[in-house]
C-alpha cells in the first residue's frame, strides 16, 4: 500500500485515529492502512476479537493500538464514546465512522429492534459523533472525517429500503457538513462503495472470491485505500472505480421487469 507523496503518513506513533467497526472487512483494512501510515490507532468493535486484533496490529506496525468492545447501536453511544476518550486524553486527527448493519430483508420482515438498531448505528451515532469529535477538530484547527456510505444509495431496490436509506442519509449529511466545515481546516468524506468482499453480506468464501477475481467485488483493502486517499484528498464524496459512477443512472431507472426477477434471487439472503 501506497500514498502518493507520503499522503496522510504521520511521524510513527505521533497522531491518533479512531475507527469503529474494525474487527473483521473494511474497518480492520482501515486500521491496518493507518498503523503502516503510523498512526495509533482506538478501534471500537461490538465483537472481541477486537482486542486480539488490536495486539496484532500493535506488534507487526509499532504502533499504540486500545480496543475498546462497545455497542454503537443505542441512543447515546456516541456521547458515551467520546466522554471516555475525553476523559481519558485521547485526541484524534482521523476519525473513520465505519460500523454498519446490513439488513436485505422487506420491511414486513425486518423485526422493529432491528430497524432501530441500523438507524441508531448509521445515522444518530454517525452523526453525533461528527459533531462531538468534530467540535474537538476545529477547535485544534485539524482534523479528518470518513463516513461509510453505500452504492445502494442509488439502488432502492425491494429488500434494500432500510439498507439504502440509512446509508443516503449518511451521504446527504456528508455532503452539507463538509460546506458547513469549511475554512475550520477539518474535512469529511463519504465514500460510497458497491459490492465488498466481506462476510457482511452473508456470501460464502467461495463466491467473495469469485466475485473479486470477476471485478464484481471489489477488496476491502482496495476500498479502505481509495476511502483514505479521497479523504486525505479533502474529497467530500467518492464512489470507488470509474466504472460503477457509469452504472449509477442505470441502477436508478431499472425497470420492475428486471428488479423483480433480481429481487427473487436475492431472496435467498434475507436474513
Not at 468464501?205 to 471485478?215: A, D, E, I, N, S
Amino acid at each position: 500500500m501506497c500514498f502518493r507523496r507520503n499522503l496522510g503518513v504521520v511521524e510513527r506513533g505521533s497522531a491518533w485515529a479512531l475507527v469503529t467497526g474494525s474487527a473483521l472487512g473494511i474497518g480492520r483494512q482501515y486500521a491496518e492502512q493507518l498503523a503502516k501510515m503510523g498512526y495509533n490507532l482506538y478501534l471500537v468493535d461490538i465483537l472481541d476479537d477486537i482486542v486480539r486484533e488490536a495486539e496484532i496490529l500493535e506488534h507487526a506496525h509499532r504502533v499504540k493500538c486500545v480496543a475498546k468492545v462497545a455497542d454503537l447501536a443505542t441512543i447515546d453511544a456516541a456521547e458515551k464514546l467520546h466522554a471516555e476518550t475525553v476523559a481519558e486524553g485521547y485526541t484524534f486527527d482521523v476519525v473513520i465512522n465505519n460500523a454498519g448493519i446490513f439488513s436485505h430483508c422487506d420491511i414486513l420482515t425486518t423485526p422493529a429492534e432491528r430497524i432501530e438498531r441500523i438507524i441508531l448505528l448509521h445515522d444518530l451515532t454517525l452523526s453525533m459523533m461528527c459533531r462531538l469529535y468534530g467540535e474537538d477538530m476545529k477547535r485544534r484547527g485539524y482534523g479528518r472525517i470518513l463516513n461509510m456510505s453505500s452504492y445502494s444509495i442509488w439502488m432502492p431496490f425491494p429488500g434494500l429500503a432500510l439498507y439504502s436509506a440509512s446509508k443516503a442519509y449518511v451521504k446527504s449529511f456528508t455532503e452539507a457538513f463538509a460546506k458547513e466545515l469549511r475554512g475550520t481546516g477539518v474535512s469529511i468524506t463519504a465514500i460510497c462503495p458497491a459490492g465488498i468482499a466481506t462476510d457482511l453480506y452473508g456470501l460464502s468464501k467461495r463466491l467473495q472470491k469469485f466475485g473479486t477475481k470477476t471485478g464484481i467485488l471489489m477488496k476491502p483493502s482496495s476500498c479502505a485505500r481509495r476511502g483514505l486517499r479521497a479523504m486525505f484528498k479533502r474529497r467530500r464524496v467518492v464512489v470507488p472505480d470509474w466504472w460503477y459512477k457509469l452504472l449509477i443512472p442505470i441502477c436508478k431507472y431499472l425497470p420492475g421487469f428486471i428488479i423483480r426477477p433480481l429481487r427473487n434471487f436475492t431472496m435467498k439472503w434475507q436474513k
